[in-house]
């Protein structure tokens, strides 16, 4: 077989129906449940001036350093693909002076260069909220919370919480020392990239997943050894609030998470049926991010979630059910521009309908209307046309009747069945 000439470029997918349909449904899922939860959609650019992505998600995480898709315009501007929605949405709300607190949800794609893989593509949709102004232990646990409903309604039963503290800028300083020299010690069991790490950004050791980093940071020293009281009191309430909601989570003192503005709370959601990328999610709280970005002491907290890996991890919906649609049939040219009025009719009336123009025979538009998984025919034979009625069929049972002309809406109506 040849190469098709053109082909979509590595990483990125193609969303033909019906898996178009069952992403739409996820990201409905996503929109009704954060409505629910009082959030806000926020739309931002899909790019942004580099330095927005470097200062927030942090000059040596992996992210900006190796996966950024920067470019300069004909302007000879420096911007980059959004590799994540935290740092345009804070962006947003400085610049727009949204009023603080606000909750925001998000829903679009994203770039990242990375190794494609199962589960990890160079464009991929997140579905994200961004609580603006809470600084809360409450709303740390009301978001997480949040992600294990959504993957609950969408029947992902596998999903496991893993929560961590990473602590905050009084207690952050002497945990990171302590793991610094705790790794220079290892310094030569180390892979190249964390030996740079070492000083630039030691926590990012434990994301590394080369097998010797892993076995060399074995026994370090976690973040959760050196919170300050104020910290531990945090993490203390936020895993009260989860356990009074009864929701089953696992403490991951290596949980650091791979972008540089967390402090506090951080937290992911795994599943063991995606494989080596089996994040479905994850978050935290940044509570210095909003002034990093020129804005006011402001604290936030947030979630992001993989749209390509939950619809993975998402059991096979069964099978659609008939749409509700009407199929327009006409059984020769003579009706065929009554079909069409009668398409335009239902359609102002908002009932979807279709009608096959160019077919040939009455078979071949049957057919159509099965494709189309319409939930009935409406046929205009010359019979019809002469008494001022329709033929109605129900394609799900095959009951065929008449309808007067002006009844034939409701009619239709009343087969759509959910
Ligand atoms: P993140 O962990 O980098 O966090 O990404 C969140 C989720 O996006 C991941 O768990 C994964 O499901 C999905 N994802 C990331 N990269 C890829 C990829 N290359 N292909 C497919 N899916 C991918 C953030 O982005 C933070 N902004 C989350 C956040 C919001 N923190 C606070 N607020």
């Given at each position: ?161 893993q929560v961590n503290s ?187 309908a279709q009608v096959d ?53 409701e009619a239709v109506r ?5």
């Amino acid at each position: 077989m040849t190469e098709p000439k053109q082909s979509r470029p590595k990483g990125t997918q193609d969303f033909t129906p019906p898996d178009s349909e069952r992403r739409r449904h996820v990201e409905g899922v996503f929109r009704h449940l954060a409505e629910c939860y009082g959030y806000q959609e926020i739309i931002t650019p899909t790019f942004e001036h580099t330095t927005v992505f470097v200062k927030s998600s942090g000059e040596g995480s992996d992210v900006v350093t190796k996966e950024m898709y920067s470019f300069k315009d004909r302007g000879d501007r420096d911007l980059t693909l959004r590799p994540e929605g935290t740092p345009g949405v804070v962006r947003a709300v400085i610049e727009n002076r949204l009023r603080i607190p606000c909750r925001l949800y998000y829903v679009g794609p994203f770039f990242r260069y990375g190794r494609p893989q199962k589960g990890r593509f160079r464009e991929f949709g997140q579905l994200g909220l961004e609580a603006l102004g809470e600084a809360s232990p409450l709303v740390d646990a009301e978001i997480i919370y949040f992600g294990a409903g959504f993957f609950e309604d969408l029947g992902i039963r596998d999903c496991l919480v893993q929560v961590n503290s990473i602590g905050c800028r009084a207690c952050r300083p002497a945990y990171r020392n302590t793991l610094r020299d705790f790794l220079l010690d290892r310094s030569g069991q180390l892979c190249a990239d964390c030996q740079v790490r070492i000083e630039r950004n030691p926590l990012r050791v434990f994301d590394c997943k080369v097998e010797a980093c892993r076995v060399a940071v074995k026994d370090a020293p976690t973040p959760r050894q050196y919170l300050c009281t104020d910290c531990e009191q945090h993490h203390e309430q936020v895993l009260s609030a989860l356990n009074r909601r009864g929701l089953r989570y696992e403490a991951n003192d290596r949980l650091v998470r791979g972008l540089d503005y967390y402090n506090r709370t951080t937290f992911e959601y795994i599943s063991a049926s995606l494989g080596a990328q089996d994040s479905l999610g994850g978050g935290g709280r940044y509570d210095y991010l909003v002034e990093e970005l020129g804005g006011p002491d402001t604290p936030g907290v947030g979630v992001a979630i993989g749209l390509e890996r939950t619809l993975l991890a998402a059991p096979a919906e069964p099978a659609p059910a008939r749409r509700h649609s009407a199929f327009v049939v006409w059984l020769t040219e003579a009706e065929r521009d009554a079909a069409q009025e009668l398409a335009d009719r239902l359609r102002a009336d908002g009932i979807a309908a279709q009608v096959d123009y160019g077919a040939r025979k009455v078979k071949g538009q049957f057919k159509s209307a099965d494709a189309a998984q319409a939930a009935c025919c409406i046929i205009i034979g010359p019979d019809e046309l002469a008494k001022g009625v329709y033929s109605l069929k129900d394609l799900a049972t095959g009951e065929q009747r008449e309808v007067a002309s002006d009844a034939i809406n409701e009619a239709v109506r009343a087969l759509f069945r959910d």
